[in-house]
Each structure stands twice: as structure tokens, then as C-alpha cells.
């Protein structure tokens, strides 16, 4: 997920899935995720067991793992935890603000 060397073991992937996850339950009442990763991708394997998600198939075939996670009440209050630190911005309106308004194209 983080591609920049200098970024990896910082802890920014499994950030970036928890506020995923929570927007999801959320904003758009997801209950249940499911992800694919390479059997290489061990690092990725480990983030998403720490999220509770459980491996339900393994194919030999794709050489991948299929890892599940269904929220109930208590996964949600623990993922929720202290979100304080996030903060939600409409993306127009952010990418404007660091661009300026008249960098985008009009018809």
C-alpha cells in the first residue's frame, strides 16, 4: 500500500486502513470487507490480521489470501476508538483550497 520506501514501518498503512474501515461503517453503513493479498506480501498479511480480519480461502492457483472482516458493535466501537485525529474535508473543496480555485478547467 505505501510504495515510497522512506514512508514503509511508520505505521501510515495501517492508519490509512482504519480510517478506510471507519469511513466505510460510517459514512456508507459497510458491514463487511473482505481483501485479496499476494501469499508473498507478508507485512500486508500481518496489518490486516491486527484488524481482526480472518483468512477464509487461500488460492494456489492466484497465489493470494482472501481475509474477512464483518463489524459488529464492539469491532466498531474499537475501531472508532480516538479518532480525533482525522479529519474529513470535501475533497473539491480541499484540492481547491491547496490549487487554487481557478487551477481547474471549466466547460
Known amino acids: 500500500m505505501i510504495a515510497e520506501p522512506n514512508y514503509r514501518g511508520k505505521g501510515l498503512g495501517k492508519e490509512v486502513i482504519r480510517m478506510m474501515i ?4 460510517t459514512k456508507l453503513g459497510v ?3 473482505e481483501a485479496k493479498i499476494g501469499l508473498d506480501n507478508k507485512v ?6 491486527k484488524f481482526k480480519f480472518q483468512e477464509v480461502s487461500v488460492s494456489e ?3 493470494e489470501v482472501t481475509l474477512e472482516l464483518t ?3 464492539a469491532l466498531q466501537t474499537w475501531l472508532l476508538g480516538d479518532m480525533s485525529f482525522m479529519q474529513e474535508r470535501e475533497y473539491q473543496k480541499s484540492r481547491d483550497s491547496r490549487h487554487g480555485a481557478s487551477s481547474h478547467l471549466t466547460q
Open 44 to 49: 500486508s498479511i500481518a496489518i490486516f490480521k
Open 71 to 73: 463489524v459488529d458493535h
Open 22 to 25: 471507519c469511513y466505510g461503517v
Open 31 to 33: 458491514r463487511k470487507y
Open 61 to 63: 492457483v492466484f497465489q
